[in-house]
């Protein structure tokens, strides 16, 4: 039995993330069908610091799922928080950078989707495969349900390995992990924050 939560948010000139965290699908079809979703502009950076930032404290395993159709287009002018004029100035935005630091030290796997007639942004497939986690183009033909399918699978048959760090200095270090048997892909953390509390 496993007992998956989710949360669903939208992302264009505003990011909307709704507050139930819940894994009821009736709850979850009425959030997708009755939310207004934003439209607008791609803040892809803004958006994933703030579902980070919704499951801060949550435990166990804290996975953002990016479903997009382009490259991040916050620039100055589509920054949390939203005040003022509509088409005013309101950042700083959060970077790529920002994004990637807050999954490493919050322990976040990310996965992509980008959709059809586009790509993952080419920033988020590198906090995805620095995370351990997948990124899927979808081609015009593929069934988005199935790609969905295909990540919460892989989730469900992931393993889990730790260690204890030699040193606890609150520093980032590289992290490798490699098979023996030939001809497997790994998909794992390529880092860790070596911290005393969690």
Known sequence: LFADRLRIGTFGREVAISPLLTGNQDVLARIIAEEVWPVGPTPLWRAAAAAMDSLANESGRRVILVLSDGKDSGGTVNCAPLVREFNGPIGPCPS?????????????????????????DGGLVGVVEETGGGHFDLKGS?????????????????????????????????????????????????????????
């Open 96 to 120: 790529r950078s920002d994004v990637l630091k807050q999954a490493q030290t919050g322990e976040f796997m990310f996965y992509a989707v980008g959709l059809p007639r586009t790509a993952v």
């Open 142 to 198: 593929e069934n988005l349900d199935e790609t969905f399918s295909r990540v919460a699978d892989e989730l469900r048959h992931q393993y889990v390995l730790g260690f204890t760090p030699p040193t606890v200095d609150d520093k980032v270090h590289k992290l490798e992990v490699r098979s023996l048997r030939p001809g497997l892909t790994i998909r794992a953390r390529k880092s860790y924050t070596a911290r005393a509390e969690r």
